[in-house]
């Protein structure tokens, strides 16, 4: 008997299919099929031809293809008896529960008393299939591995693109043929880490950011992953994601995967990020006061560092708020004995050295400044050299010989004593003061992988959440190392990268954004000199680059001459002006003619209007700026367009151009055809254009 099932929205159809009981395979996923497609007839040509060499019959590419149906590949779950003895599956179909826009499929191993189930739920808004495995045993078993719904990869694609980094250099973008065999990436640190962010995106042949098709996935999952993209002999093409392998340390009767979030789209890579944006900012972050404007932040830390002087504080804050600062954050420092970053993590107290009267008198002039106050944790993280490592050495997570990272050692965050204690801690703190913001800081890999310890610090952030609803939350893990679907169910922003040089910033928030919107992505204006990468940049275009994104200042207001206050100023007064509509914004990549462009197009929800930020990161190749083309406008309609910075333009552009002095109306058609010709500029500038739709 054949069954197939089928999910629907506006831009793409997702169609599975099984026969003789087996495990469902995906039949179909692209555009929108027709709503009276035969899905028994797709069923019925879906099947490959057998050739020498074969099988007689081909294994199908199952949502868990398995090993006993002689699949040639990786299978989709390894699980293994208490006693070390192999499980080989063989599911049949048990039940299904079907209805608009939500498919579960429940499948039985009755000889290993093995029940496995497949969701999938399809978001008409956002055009992302969320789906989800979950295994359930009437035994303790071990799991080797399991993958979420296993979907598969398109054949007209010439490669694979995934994001890989580094400390200060999150979000590179990676470019990978395939060819016959599996490409296999695994982070096994414990958090989602710089190194693998758990996203894939296959363009088909042609591809680019503005159109042609795409395939896209992201596991929300803050613990580590497994990523398999894998070529079969056949020329049919899988992808896998799950947690990283042997996460699960004990046989346990209950296992379930991390969201994996796919799209389709027929818009270029564009599409994809549209996508996880609005499903991301929509559907998965919940903000304390949705309605509320993004302030504009202030981070203390590359101002004062550890060295926490009430009077200096007070200072910094009077100028920051002048600047138009609306959040001062207190970063690490200002509890235990914390004088640098070998002590006292974990004794989460307020330090009477450096606040003998307490946090108070600091948030009673901040608020009297018109600004929030926001305060830093690292909550799962302990010293050696602290008060509570020496109660309870027990506490910390992993060997007594470890090495250490940052001078410190994590907590076991599975051990429900430790929750506790967190709990008190931070709730002592957030009750005792006026605060409305955390950042909440990782900054070392874990001494080894452990799902526990995700779960545990996922309750720990929940029981927050539910005590202190009005609190907003930055994840933070030396800067980009956590950022994911699954933190941000607990968070409302994240920090990017730790890097504040704005010319890195320009070149990860780019690439970031196949993921990422605006509204969560923090940037901040750095020091005129950045403390990470040593290089000196103009104060505009610092500030604009912080601008394409949730704004905020991280430096020592006192070194700034009047020039750069006055420009830091405009840029923030205008950021507030448009910050309404551009946190709902939809983020588009360009596509420049001039490699030493990078550009977006940030299109209100309306699209009524947008902005064009256009940075330029080097020396281009010719001499005069090449039309950079926009996107996604109404070709028969007019917008005017106005270079919101022109007070920038150099004395060496000496041409006339009328977006020089003053604006003009053009077409969609010309706009999306031939582009802006932008006036000439030097390396380590931007161009920031408006655009009116008439």
Not at 170 to 176: A, G, S, Y
């Amino acid at each position: 008997m054949i069954q197939c099932w089928r999910l629907d929205d506006r831009r793409q159809t997702l169609v599975l299919g099984s026969h003789r009981e087996h495990l469902a395979e995906v039949l179909y996923w692209g555009p929108r099929l027709p709503d009276d497609e035969d899905l028994n007839t797709l069923f019925a040509v879906h099947a490959i031809d057998v050739t020498g060499g074969m099988l007689d019959l081909n294994p199908e590419l199952s949502i868990s293809p398995e090993a006993t149906r002689t699949f040639p590949g990786q299978p989709g779950l390894i699980v293994r008896a208490s006693d070390g003895a192999q499980l080989l599956t063989k599911f049949c179909f048990e039940k299904v529960e079907e209805e608009p826009g939500r498919l579960v499929l429940t499948y039985e191993d009755k000889n290993n008393g093995l029940t496995y189930t497949a969701r999938f739920t399809i978001n008409e808004h956002t055009q992302v299939i969320e789906t989800q495995a979950s295994l359930v045993s009437t035994k303790p078993v071990h799991l080797h591995w399991m993958s979420a719904p296993v979907m598969p990869a398109p054949q007209l694609s010439d490669e694979m693109i995934d994001l890989a980094g580094r400390w200060c250099g999150e979000f590179q973008i990676n470019r990978t043929a395939w060819s016959p065999g599996m490409r296999f990436r695994e982070n096994r640190t414990g958090r989602t880490g710089h190194e693998h962010f758990p996203g894939l995106i296959i363009p088909c042949r042609g591809a680019t950011n503005t159109q042609g098709q795409a395939y896209a996935f992201h596991y929300g999952w803050s613990g580590g992953h497994k990523m398999i993209a894998e070529e079969l002999p056949d020329g049919r093409r899988q992808i896998q994601f799950g947690h990283a392998e042997r996460m699960e340390v004990a046989p346990q009767t209950r296992f379930e995967t991390a969201p994996l979030y796919v799209t389709f789209s027929d818009d270029g890579l564009n599409g994809c990020a549209v996508a996880f944006q609005r499903h991301l900012r929509d559907e998965i972050v919940h903000m304390p006061e949705p309605d509320r404007p993004r302030p504009v932040h202030f981070n203390c830390w590359e101002a004062v560092y550890f060295d926490h002087n009430l009077p200096t504080l007070k200072d910094i804050a009077g100028r920051a708020a002048e600047l138009g600062a609306e959040r001062f954050v207190l970063d690490d420092g200002w509890f235990g004995y914390r004088d640098d970053d070998t002590r006292a993590l974990s004794d989460w107290e307020v330090d009477p050295r450096k606040y003998p009267d307490g946090l108070n008198p600091l948030i009673e002039h901040v608020h009297s400044l018109g600004m929030t106050f926001g305060i830093w944790f690292e909550p799962e993280m302990i010293n050696p050299d602290s008060n509570i490592h020496r109660a309870h050495p027990d506490w910390a997570l992993g060997g007594e010989d470890q090495i250490l990272g940052r001078n410190q050692k994590a907590l076991n965050m599975a051990l429900p004593e430790v929750q506790n204690f967190l709990f008190d801690r931070i709730s002592a703190i957030l009750r005792d003061h006026a605060i409305e913001y955390i950042k909440w800081d990782h900054n070392r890999v874990l001494p080894m992988p452990d799902a526990a310890q995700t779960r545990g610090s996922y309750a720990l952030l929940d029981r927050l959440r539910e005590e202190f609803p009005l609190v907003e939350i930055e994840s933070c893990a030396s800067g980009g190392g956590r950022i994911d679907f699954g933190i941000l169910k607990r968070t409302h922003r994240v920090w990017l990268s730790d890097s504040n040089d704005a010319l890195e910033r320009l070149k990860m928030q780019h690439n970031a954004s196949l993921f990422l919107p605006a509204a969560v992505t923090g940037s901040h204006v750095g020091p005129r000199q950045c403390h990470t990468s040593g290089r000196t940049l103009d104060m505009r275009f610092r500030a604009w680059v912080a601008a394409q994104r949730h704004m905020g200042i991280e430096m020592d207001p006192r070194e700034l001459t009047d020039d750069e206050a006055r420009a830091l100023r405009q840029v923030i007064g205008w950021w507030k002006d448009n910050q309404g509509w551009m946190m709902k914004a939809d983020i588009l990549l360009l596509e420049s003619p001039d490699p030493a462009v990078i550009a977006e197009q940030q299109l209100s929800v309306d699209h009524k209007r947008f902005v064009v930020f256009a940075g330029k990161a080097t020396t281009s190749s010719q001499i005069a700026p090449r039309p950079l083309r926009l996107t996604r406008l109404d070709p028969d309609a007019h917008y005017r367009i106005t270079l919101a910075n022109r007070d920038n333009v150099s004395g060496l552009s000496r041409g006339t151009q009328t977006l020089k002095t003053e604006s003009v109306d053009l077409s969609g058609t010309y706009l999306m055809n031939h582009g802006l010709t932008l006036p000439w500029s030097f390396p380590e500038t931007m161009w920031v254009v408006e655009g009116v739709r008439l």
